[in-house]
């Protein structure tokens, strides 16, 4: 799940000075759910836009837009609003917007702005978040992640800053090294305090090159099948 | 004698600090050269504190070194990734800087510039490491340097903690700090001696020197604001009274003095006093008068 928001309707606008006519694209994935660029809200913006002296030639919403394929086979049937748009809006997260962007030969502007998740994958409930740091530290911290539940990701114990258990960054945020020494005094592992954590592997939390480079379920990259017996032979 | 040799041999040491100022006129630093010279044995260089963006502590150390005052060389970990870390802890040896005080640094949030990434790539547990093994003579992925220093490696400890678990934290840092090669110990300011005593028990087994934290107070209304806003200050209200009663006129007399008091109170628990006098650098050398040092 990634979290979109709306971008502020000015900054649309300004995207859109030059052109007089505009597609708007949503999506039922996330962006449904985020409340950000569904069937609702594709009709609002398409409303604003029009109340803004834009011509909307149409709109559509996919699920999901994250697909090229599935973007391209939603937009068959609507083909002529296309042309007669001077540029498509597209109310999703980041994949989305750039998914449309390669899909067609248009100028493709993006509606919403990627919430940072801060290392959640849903909406869930519950305040644990991974980091995916690819060096998992939790042995040490009694199962509290310091990367996502310390303000400054500190890996040694607390900064000092924290007043009556809150971090100083917001009196909303519990200190994370708080949480953890209470946690480890709670199952009789203080000890693991005086682990002494070497420098993180920046390497390890970068993503992999061929993580990037690959869309492991995308239907425009099927992983190839594995050829007859006979073809190999024969090669 | 150098801050190294006054503590390793001992004997009771005297710091103070002072933060370059937001530009490019360096008259405050040669005004606080002249105060200090001679007066403190060694003087922290801050390294923008509370995040707010000024002249750097690397230079501005250098200036100290080269005006006669021995820098204590402030480095967080804010803004700068390990590489330029190390590389600014080699420049400064070369400059003759010799303390650094290895500290995590404030989130970038709270101060000038609240856009700014935060690094915190090292924290000063592991810079700290990262400071040993350069005295080592290797950079931290383990390859030898050309010429080494022989850095004197400092940390912070807060006394006063308003929760148990971000006291015990402090201590259990203390250790790790202690461990990764920290040679002495600077402390937030103290305004209670029976706190900094039991804080001193607590902490013996670590053999290592700690110098206590000392804020002159202005006013009451410093002293209420710091309890209410600063992690780690707690002053008494004993004392917040005492700076209320005095009359305009007698305020400084009064912050000199209490500062004074708990220097007197405090020294026989400690190795030395850290005088953080945040624009009052000029009263440094009455207080230690005072204080009878």
């Given at each position: 799940m990634i979290l979109s928001e709306q971008k502020p309707f000015d900054e649309i606008l300004a995207f859109l000075e030059k052109d007089n006519s505009v597609f708007v694209l949503g999506c039922n994935g996330c962006a449904q759910s985020s409340g950000s660029g569904g069937p609702r809200q594709v009709e609002e913006m398409s409303e604003k836009l029009a109340a803004a002296g834009k011509k909307v030639t149409g709109s559509k919403v996919i699920d999901f837009l994250c697909e090229k394929a599935l973007v391209k086979s939603g937009l068959k049937r609507r083909v002529d609003q296309l042309k007669e748009a001077d540029a498509v809006l597209v109310l999703t997260c980041g994949i989305g917007v750039q998914c449309v962007a390669a899909a067609l030969n248009k100028p493709v502007y993006p509606g919403c702005n990627t919430v940072n998740l801060g290392g959640s994958r849903g909406e869930w409930e519950g305040t644990e978040r991974c980091y995916?740091?690819?060096?998992?530290?939790l042995y040490h911290t009694g199962g509290i992640c310091p990367l996502t539940a310390c303000t400054k990701s500190l890996?040694?114990?607390?900064?000092?800053?924290?007043n009556h258990g809150k971090c100083e960054i917001s009196p909303d945020r519990d200190c994370g090294w708080e949480l953890i020494y209470n946690r480890l005094k709670e199952r009789g592992l203080l000890d693991r305090l005086d682990d002494l954590i070497k420098p993180l592997d920046h390497k390890k939390i970068m993503p992999r090159p061929e993580m990037m480079a690959t869309p492991r379920y995308g239907l425009e990259n099927p992983p190839q099948a594995e050829k007859p017996a006979e073809e190999v032979k024969a090669k | 004698m150098s801050l190294q040799s006054k503590l390793e041999s001992g004997q009771f040491a005297v710091s103070c600090e002072f933060g370059p100022l937001k530009g490019t006129d360096t008259h405050e630093i040669e005004e606080n050269l002249n105060i200090l010279r001679g007066k403190v044995d060694a003087a922290n260089v801050t390294d923008q504190q509370s995040s707010v963006m000024r002249l750097c502590s690397l230079v501005t150390a250098a200036l100290c070194v080269k005006g006669g005052l021995e820098p204590i060389f402030q480095m967080t970990c804010r803004d700068r990734n390990r590489i330029a870390l190390q590389s600014d802890l080699l420049g400064a040896w070369v400059m003759g800087i010799k303390n650094v005080l290895a500290l995590t640094g404030d989130l970038p949030a709270l101060g000038d510039h609240p856009e700014a990434k935060g690094v915190f790539d090292l924290d000063s547990v592991t810079l700290l490491m990262a400071i040993k093994q350069l005295n080592d003579?290797?950079?931290?992925?383990?390859n030898e340097l050309k010429g080494k220093p022989a850095f004197f490696p400092g940390a912070v400890v807060k006394v006063d903690s308003n929760t148990e678990a971000a006291y015990e934290l402090q201590i259990s840092k203390l250790k790790k700090k202690v461990a990764a090669g920290a040679k002495f110990i600077q402390t937030q300011a103290v305004y209670d001696p029976n706190s900094f005593e039991k804080f001193m028990k607590r902490v013996e087994k670590f053999n290592v020197p700690i110098m206590a934290g000392i804020i002159p107070l202005k006013n009451a209304g410093m002293a209420r604001y710091m309890n209410a806003n600063v992690a780690g200050v707690h002053v008494p209200d004993e004392l917040i009274e005492k700076m209320a009663a005095a009359v305009k006129e007698d305020r400084e007399k009064v912050g000199i003095q209490i500062a004074a008091d708990l220097i007197k109170a405090m020294k026989p628990m400690c190795q030395g006093v850290h005088i953080?006098?945040?624009?009052?650098?000029?009263?440094v050398p009455a207080i230690m008068a005072e204080a009878g040092l």
């Open positions: 995916e740091c690819g060096q998992c530290l890996v040694s114990g607390a900064c000092g800053g924290a | 003579g290797f950079d931290l992925a383990g953080m006098a945040i624009g009052w650098e000029k009263k």
